[in-house]
């Protein structure tokens, strides 16, 4: 049992030390693609589809979240970041941006969002300011929530309850527009 519980334990800090790391790394490569778009040195790809691709860097300054995001939802993305979430617009287009991270470790702070908070979301080509109109429960097939928008937004998505041990049975949304 001793064994077992160190093994675990090791995985465990393991894995928080890879995020940690990657999350120093990809805000050394977003500083370093602003600078080369600033410049006008490099050409920024307009639909990065690669899987784990570096997209950006999501703020919300009021409760502390900062984290980078990448493309797409897997579970290696959601480890080490937060998550464009596929068939979503991509940062700084029109559209419904669509962003995942898990509760228990990115997103745990989006417990105490508010109306009326504000989210930064950065990337190469610019920063781009958002305010939180709304917050909702659904469960976990309601993708409505996703849909495409006339407005430019960003939705937010993570499970819940938030202190669930398991598979969380909904997911917290939280909806904001730029401005």
């Not at 465990?12 to 080369?36: G, R």
């Not at 417990?111 to 976990?140: C, E, H, M």
Request: positive net charge; aromatic residues 6%.
């Amino acid at each position: 049992m001793f064994v077992a519980g160190i093994v675990l334990l090791s995985l465990v800090l393991a894995a928080t030390l890879q995020a940690k790391l990657y999350q120093e790394h990809a805000e050394q490569l977003l500083q370093n693609e602003i600078n080369a778009a600033s410049t006008g040195t490099t050409l920024i790809p307009v639909a990065p589809i690669k899987e784990n691709a570096l997209l950006g860097r999501l703020d919300i300054p009021r409760i502390g979240v900062s984290v980078a995001v990448l493309q797409g939802t897997g579970s290696r993305t959601l480890r080490l970041g937060a998550g464009h979430i596929e068939n979503t617009s991509l940062p700084g287009q029109s559209g419904n941006v669509g962003i995942a991270g898990h509760r228990d470790t990115y997103f745990r702070p989006l417990r105490d969002i508010r109306r009326n908070d504000r989210i930064q979301l950065q990337t190469a080509t610019g920063q781009f300011q958002y305010q939180v109109d709304w917050i909702k429960i659904v469960s976990p097939d309601d993708v409505s929530v996703l849909a495409a928008s006339g407005e430019s937004a960003l939705t937010l998505v993570t499970c819940y309850p938030f202190q669930f041990l398991g598979s969380a049975p909904k997911r917290f949304i939280v909806r904001a527009h730029r401005y």
